[in-house]
């Protein structure tokens, strides 16, 4: 999300599902880490040597995403610009549930049902220029969320769907 108007581009999908790619990869690293740390680090695949390993070492000890997801909205700035990172998870019947928000600026328990379940491809986006005008199909709970976000401020949207060990994202 962000406080611009038309902030983002098709361009910077590309930056989305590169970082989504690392988010995934450190997520995945942390998990084959407790298996085998020599085989867990020849798998490693570098985006940002830094950002990387600032996001290894975010994800490193968390049990729960929710609690490191704000660092990972700041490592994330460097490459993507954001005034807010959310992650959803998607069912692949057509609904998602955000799991994990960067800050409190807006919802943090979002519900969105109706969504076409042949657009949610790995790799497929959604930009939205200016979320005053848009008209989402999907049905959202709580209701008020699109208006939540658009009172906090933010004004256009960059959506990606990208998955880790084949759960959509």
Do not use: W
């Not at 975010?58 to 660092?71: E, G, H």
């Amino acid at each position: 999300l962000s406080l611009s108007h038309r902030a983002y581009s098709e361009s910077d999908v590309l930056f989305v599902q590169l970082l989504a790619d690392e988010i995934g990869a450190a997520l995945e690293r942390r998990r084959l880490i407790a298996l085998d740390q020599v085989a867990a680090l020849e798998r490693q695949r570098l985006l940002d040597a830094e950002a990387s390993e600032q996001l290894l070492r975010a994800l490193a000890n968390a049990l729960n995403i929710r609690d490191v997801f704000p660092s990972v909205s700041a490592i994330a700035q460097r490459i993507l610009p954001h005034d807010r990172l959310t992650m959803s998870f998607h069912d692949g019947m057509g609904t998602c549930v955000m799991q994990a928000v960067s800050n409190d600026d807006g919802p943090s328990l979002v519900r969105v049902s109706g969504i076409d379940p042949t657009r949610l491809l790995d790799g497929s986006f959604k930009i939205v220029d200016d979320l005053t005008l848009d008209k989402p199909e999907a049905t959202y709970d709580p209701p008020d969320t699109r208006l939540q976000i658009v009172n906090a401020g933010y004004r256009s949207l960059l959506s990606v769907v990208l998955s880790a060990r084949q759960q959509l994202f």
